[in-house]
T-cell receptor, first 113, second 115 residues
Framework: AQSVSQHNHHVILSEAASLELGCNYS??????LFWYVQYPGQHLQLLLK??????LVKGIKGFEAEFIKSKFSFNLRKPSVQWSDTAEYFC???????????FGGGTRLMVKP | EAQVTQNPRYLITVTGKKLTVTCSQN?????MSWYRQDPGLGLRQIYY???????DKGDVPEGYKVSRKEKRNFPLILESPSPNQTSLYFC??????????????FGPGTRLTVL
């Protein structure tokens, strides 16, 4: 069974610091990859997704992620975080054209003003 | 407004008392799904439905039932709730599966406590 690992459970940064959140998955075949964000008290929203093509994907709010197939990774990055980026971030993976989505355990990001 | 709605948003119940959490979407989506969210475990898929009358088990289906009699509704049924089903539940929908043109839309969540 495929699994998704997010090794950073809690991250605390100051405003303007750079962010990188790790995501690794275990499935060896073709995958579709997602990052979702959950702001406090809200439901999940899609940040970005990768299906094929350019492995560097740009999403909303200045986020980007890079798919490195050889490392089974899909790390999320942002050059300069803001206080409003405080949220929980989830990486998710599905097999190509698959019907099930597997989420990582989430990373709680706190940005200090 | 395009949305996924869930009811109730909060529920406290006792062990063994049957309950239903409703989920409805107004986007004419074919695919609907239920997840539970627990600290440190992320979201785990309970059941999903590719279309009316088509449902399949996710990763953690034990203790849950679902039905899909209408395209817009996908209720989650707990026949005999137990304390280990205390969790935050999310319903989600998308046009069809996980193809490149489809985004998963999530409901606001239902916080369930089973005493």
């Amino acid at each position: 069974a495929q699994s998704v690992s997010q090794h950073n459970h809690h991250v605390i940064l100051s405003e303007a610091a750079s962010l990188e959140l790790g995501c690794n998955y275990s499935y060896g075949g073709t995958v579709n990859l997602f990052w979702y964000v959950q702001y406090p008290g809200q439901h999940l929203q899609l940040l970005l997704k990768y299906f094929s093509g350019d492995p560097l994907v740009k999403g909303i709010k200045g986020f980007e992620a890079e798919f490195i197939k050889s490392k089974f990774s899909f790390n999320l990055r942002k050059p300069s975080v803001q206080w409003s980026d405080t949220a929980e971030y989830f990486c998710a993976v599905t097999k190509n054209a698959g019907n099930m989505l597997t989420f990582g355990g989430g990373t709680r990001l706190m940005v200090k003003p | 407004e395009a949305q996924v709605t869930q009811n109730p948003r909060y529920l406290i119940t006792v062990t063994g008392k049957k309950l239903t959490v409703t989920c409805s979407q107004n986007m004419n989506h074919e695919y609907m799904s239920w997840y539970r969210q627990d600290p440190g475990l992320g979201l785990r898929q309970i059941y999903y439905s590719m279309n009316v009358e088509v449902t399949d088990k996710g990763d953690v289906p034990e203790g849950y039932k679902v039905s899909r009699k209408e395209k817009r509704n996908f209720p989650l049924i707990l026949e005999s709730p137990s304390p280990n089903q205390t969790s935050l539940y999310f319903c989600a929908s998308s046009q069809a599966g996980w193809s490149a043109y489809n985004e998963q839309f999530f409901g606001p969540g239902t916080r369930l406590t089973v005493l």
